[in-house]
Nanobody
């Protein structure tokens, strides 16, 4: 069956960096747009970043643009999110997800989701 497993979350001070990784199995990874979403305390799940099947196109929420970088390795079935200059408002559970659609920021188009990894940024 399809599995997406995130790793790399943790506790970091404001201004620090983390690298999240998501490993996929049970899917033809290169056929999917991959995305990262996050859900902060008391908030709805929101789009963070997405990358096209061939890595040519990336998208970022305005709140993370210039600080986060998404990448993928189709040979290893992984997608990563490098997060720099972290802020307390980045605190959330981060989820990776796989979509065959084109509306990359719409969580409804993502068919598969990981279990999430907690990122906590202290001030």
């Amino acid at each position: 069956q399809v599995q997406l497993v995130e790793s790399g979350g943790g506790l970091v001070q404001a201004g620090g960096s983390l690298r999240l990784s998501c490993a996929a199995s049970g899917v033809t990874f290169s056929a999917f747009t991959m995305g990262w979403f996050r859900q902060g305390p008391g908030k709805e799940r929101e789009f963070v970043s997405a990358i096209s099947r061939n890595s040519r196109t990336t998208h970022y929420a305005d709140s993370v643009k210039g600080r986060f970088t998404i990448s993928r390795d189709n040979a290893k079935n992984t997608v990563a999110l490098r997060m720099n200059s972290l802020k307390p408002e980045d605190t959330a559970v981060y989820y990776c997800a796989a979509s065959i659609g084109t509306a990359y920021a719409n969580r409804e188009t993502y068919a598969y989701w990981g279990q999430g990894t907690q990122v906590t940024v202290s001030s």
